[in-house]
């Protein structure tokens, strides 16, 4: 392509990705702020609200391996509008949902629209930018926190409003809306062009189970998403019961979501392609295990500044941790199998972060062992660290050949 096509095809994807992205975080974090009023709806305890924070987790985990088939029987972009489809249906079931095991049922098809968008999102960016993967994941990481800032802002203005939190569950459907056309618009101004071939992967990668290097990277992303969806759904619910700041529930996890959307935007501005990103790592889990070790230890003490810190870690270790499966692969092909291996094992794990920490609040009946939980998860995360360098191109080739 020539340099104004591939400006025109930046455009286009950041757009497209910007769009997509928005629209596939508030089906979760919608829940945080209204979590209470669904509890005391369904009679749910604090164990079984956690299932709606991580029911999407095990599935954006499990539904992750099916993408690549489904990519190259259906194609990516078809594939990606189905999910968003599906998406804002099951959104608008589960806000009208007459009982809870309704309520479960429609939150799985919520998950199954979720995982399959974003497990191709990985194998798309290589397949049409692989010199920018970094700066492309941080677009696709920014939107998924401007969904989620949108969303634990106004979540809870709208139910009350409305009178009503079905009204805040389900107007985030019309996302969905707006994601469909701007990825069909995306999807138009790509065809046809040489960028497009990686759309359909010509053959089928294994997904790197006897590789060390992967098992370090999905154990990474997933302790980091253990921490970020245990606070989308307990952040909000515990500021209301504890009172450690004056801020509104709402507020507080609109903070923290705005601020994870600009550090990860942030973290993939940084130049470099398949360079050592370790030193970056240990930076921004430090700052999380910061936040988190004040959440923990001293609560009352400077709330906000915990909730700013432990967000700028948790959002540039997103970005960064996206990008290391694209790192650490040679074609689309590969890199979507590694970044599914990574969504598959990380979702899996992050899964139990809401499930735990609201255990931890039922047995305990406070907040405090919940915090050391999260501090604990980022200490462990901080020692994963020295273990995630790049591959070698020697090593990606060797991987090639082997894979053909």
Same mark, same amino acid.
């Given at each position: 392509m020539t340099s104004t096509e591939t400006d025109k095809h930046s455009l286009a994807a950041i757009i497209g990705l910007l769009v997509l992205s928005i629209a596939l975080r508030p089906a979760i974090v919608s829940l945080g702020p209204i979590l209470l009023l669904i509890q005391d709806?369904?009679?749910l305890s604090f164990t079984q609200a956690a299932l709606l924070t991580s029911i999407p987790d095990v599935c954006m !985990?499990? =539904?992750? =391996?099916l993408a690549p088939?489904?990519?190259r029987r259906f194609g990516t972009d078809r594939c990606v509008i189905a999910a968003l489809v599906l998406l804002g249906a099951a959104c608008l079931l589960r806000a009208v949902s007459p009982s809870a095991t309704y309520l479960l049922l429609s939150?799985? =098809?919520v998950s199954v629209g979720i995982a399959i968008a974003g497990a191709l999102i990985g194998g798309w960016i290589k397949a049409h930018f692989p010199h920018r993967p970094a700066f492309f994941m941080g677009i696709y990481a920014? !939107? =998924?926190s401007v969904g989620a800032t949108l969303s634990a802002l106004l979540t809870a203005p709208i139910t009350e409003l409305a009178q009503s939190w079905r009204v805040g569950a389900g107007v985030w459907s019309l996302l969905c809306i707006t994601a469909v056309i701007s990825w069909r618009w995306m999807a138009r101004?790509?065809?046809g062009s040489t960028a497009n071939a990686g759309s359909h992967p010509a053959r089928s990668v294994p997904l790197p189970w006897c590789n060390p290097q992967a098992w370090w990277v999905a154990l990474y992303f997933g302790a980091s998403q253990f921490v970020v969806y245990a606070l989308f759904a307990w952040l909000a619910p515990a500021a209301t019961e504890t009172a450690v700041t004056t801020l509104p529930a709402g507020a507080l996890l609109g903070l923290f979501t705005a601020v994870f959307a600009v550090a990860s935007a942030g973290a993939g501005m940084i130049p470099g392609k398949a360079h050592d990103r370790r030193g970056l790592l240990a930076l921004c889990t430090l700052l999380a295990l910061l936040g988190t070790a004040g959440m923990a230890f001293a609560p009352g003490a400077?709330?906000?500044l915990y909730v700013l810190l432990v967000s700028t870690g948790l959002g540039m270790a997103f970005t960064v941790g996206m990008t290391l499966p694209l790192d650490n692969a040679n074609s689309p092909a590969e890199a979507g199998a590694w970044t599914v291996f990574m969504l598959f094992i990380g979702?899996?794990?992050?899964?139990l972060g809401p499930l735990s920490f609201g255990a931890l609040r039922d047995y305990t009946g406070n907040y405090n062992l919940a915090y050391a939980m999260l501090f604990a998860v980022l200490v462990l995360m901080l020692c994963l660290t020295p273990a995630l360098k790049p591959a070698t191109r020697s090593a990606v080739a060797a991987r090639e050949i082997v894979a053909t």
């Amino acid at each position: 392509m020539t340099s104004t096509e591939t400006d025109k095809h930046s455009l286009a994807a950041i757009i497209g990705l910007l769009v997509l992205s928005i629209a596939l975080r508030p089906a979760i974090v919608s829940l945080g702020p209204i979590l209470l009023l669904i509890q005391d709806h369904y009679d749910l305890s604090f164990t079984q609200a956690a299932l709606l924070t991580s029911i999407p987790d095990v599935c954006m !985990g499990v =539904l992750a =391996l099916l993408a690549p088939d489904l990519s190259r029987r259906f194609g990516t972009d078809r594939c990606v509008i189905a999910a968003l489809v599906l998406l804002g249906a099951a959104c608008l079931l589960r806000a009208v949902s007459p009982s809870a095991t309704y309520l479960l049922l429609s939150t799985f =098809l919520v998950s199954v629209g979720i995982a399959i968008a974003g497990a191709l999102i990985g194998g798309w960016i290589k397949a049409h930018f692989p010199h920018r993967p970094a700066f492309f994941m941080g677009i696709y990481a920014a !939107g =998924l926190s401007v969904g989620a800032t949108l969303s634990a802002l106004l979540t809870a203005p709208i139910t009350e409003l409305a009178q009503s939190w079905r009204v805040g569950a389900g107007v985030w459907s019309l996302l969905c809306i707006t994601a469909v056309i701007s990825w069909r618009w995306m999807a138009r101004r790509f065809a046809g062009s040489t960028a497009n071939a990686g759309s359909h992967p010509a053959r089928s990668v294994p997904l790197p189970w006897c590789n060390p290097q992967a098992w370090w990277v999905a154990l990474y992303f997933g302790a980091s998403q253990f921490v970020v969806y245990a606070l989308f759904a307990w952040l909000a619910p515990a500021a209301t019961e504890t009172a450690v700041t004056t801020l509104p529930a709402g507020a507080l996890l609109g903070l923290f979501t705005a601020v994870f959307a600009v550090a990860s935007a942030g973290a993939g501005m940084i130049p470099g392609k398949a360079h050592d990103r370790r030193g970056l790592l240990a930076l921004c889990t430090l700052l999380a295990l910061l936040g988190t070790a004040g959440m923990a230890f001293a609560p009352g003490a400077w709330p906000t500044l915990y909730v700013l810190l432990v967000s700028t870690g948790l959002g540039m270790a997103f970005t960064v941790g996206m990008t290391l499966p694209l790192d650490n692969a040679n074609s689309p092909a590969e890199a979507g199998a590694w970044t599914v291996f990574m969504l598959f094992i990380g979702y899996l794990i992050a899964a139990l972060g809401p499930l735990s920490f609201g255990a931890l609040r039922d047995y305990t009946g406070n907040y405090n062992l919940a915090y050391a939980m999260l501090f604990a998860v980022l200490v462990l995360m901080l020692c994963l660290t020295p273990a995630l360098k790049p591959a070698t191109r020697s090593a990606v080739a060797a991987r090639e050949i082997v894979a053909t």
